[in-house]
């Protein structure tokens, strides 16, 4: 294995352990499409429970990729949009997306 295997190797680990788990996928699938609220979220992402949803959602943010804006209202609204370097990863999931309608 050379070298340069190696390190690209070690940054698909890194990309895979920020993005965490197929439900990070479809959670940033919908937020491409702009901000949405958790219930929203819960809707569009078939299968999810309330608990992996705000899991994986405080997963996203603790390494950058959403930004979570709460608003002083009754109840609460809670927002979430996705950062600069979440937007970044939308080519990553378009080529994911082409793969599995092509081999799927």
Same mark, same amino acid.
């Not at 479809?26 to 901000?35: M, N």
């Not at 405080?58 to 937007?87: C, F, H, M, S, W």
């Given at each position: 294995?050379?070298?340069? !295997?190696?390190?690209?190797?070690?940054?698909? !680990?890194? %990309?895979?352990?920020?993005?965490?788990?197929?439900?990070?996928?479809?959670?940033?699938?919908?937020?491409?499409?702009?901000?949405?609220?958790?219930?929203?979220? !819960?809707? %569009?992402?078939?299968? @999810?429970?309330?608990?992996?949803?705000?899991?994986?959602?405080?997963?996203?943010? %603790?390494?950058?990729?959403? @930004?979570?804006? @709460?608003?002083?209202?009754?109840?609460?609204?809670?927002?979430?949009?996705?950062?600069?370097?979440?937007?970044?990863?939308?080519?990553?999931?378009?080529?994911?997306?082409?793969?599995? %309608?092509?081999?799927?």
């Amino acid at each position: 294995m050379s070298k340069e !295997e190696l390190v690209i190797d070690c940054s698909i !680990e890194r %990309a895979l352990d920020i993005i965490g788990s197929k439900w990070s996928f479809l959670i940033l699938r919908e937020l491409f499409c702009g901000t949405k609220r958790f219930g929203e979220l !819960e809707r %569009a992402v078939q299968g @999810v429970s309330p608990k992996s949803l705000s899991d994986t959602l405080r997963r996203l943010e %603790a390494n950058d990729i959403v @930004v979570r804006t @709460v608003y002083p209202t009754v109840p609460l609204r809670v927002e979430y949009t996705l950062t600069e370097k979440g937007q970044d990863f939308h080519k990553i999931i378009k080529e994911m997306k082409l793969w599995g %309608a092509k081999w799927g």
